[in-house]
C-alpha cells in the first residue's frame, strides 16, 4: 500500500507542475483527460493514505504529522481548484498556484521528517 501512496504523490505533484504549466505559461486549460485523471489519482491517494493511517493507529504509532498532512492537502486542493478554473483571473492563478506549491512542500517534508511530536 505504501508503494501505491508514493506513486499517487509523485503523479499528483507531477500533474500539478503540468497544469500549473499550461496555466502559467500559454493561459490553457489541462485536456479533459489529465483533469479526470487527476480526479482518480487524488482518490486513490486518499483511499491508500486512509488504509495506511488505520494501520498506523492500530499500531499506536504516533501519527500527529499525519493530521499535519491532511490539512496541507485539503489547502493544496482547494488553492489548484481556484487556480485552475477557468474564470479565475491571473492574480488568482498565481495566488492559488503558489499556495498549492507550500502545500504540497509541506506534505513531502513531513512525508519525510515524520516528527514524533509535531503539536
Not at 508514493?6 to 493561459?27: D, E, I, P, R
Not at 487524488?42 to 488505520?54: H, N, W
Not at 493507529?57 to 499525519?66: E, F, H, R, S
Amino acid at each position: 500500500m505504501k508503494h501505491l501512496h508514493m506513486l499517487m504523490a509523485l503523479l499528483t505533484v507531477v500533474l500539478f507542475l503540468y497544469q500549473s504549466y499550461l496555466v502559467l505559461s500559454a493561459n490553457r486549460q489541462a485536456p479533459r483527460a489529465i483533469k479526470i485523471a487527476t480526479h482518480i489519482i487524488y482518490a486513490l491517494l486518499i483511499v491508500s493514505g486512509a488504509t495506511m493511517l488505520m494501520q498506523l493507529m492500530g499500531a499506536n504509532a504516533p501519527i500527529q504529522w499525519v493530521f499535519a498532512k491532511i490539512i496541507l492537502l485539503i489547502a493544496a486542493i482547494s488553492s489548484s481548484i481556484k487556480a485552475f478554473k477557468p474564470d479565475a483571473t491571473p492574480i488568482q492563478r498565481k495566488t492559488g498556484i503558489l499556495i498549492a506549491a507550500v502545500g504540497y512542500i509541506g506534505i513531502v517534508i513531513l512525508a519525510f521528517a515524520k516528527p514524533d511530536n509535531l503539536f
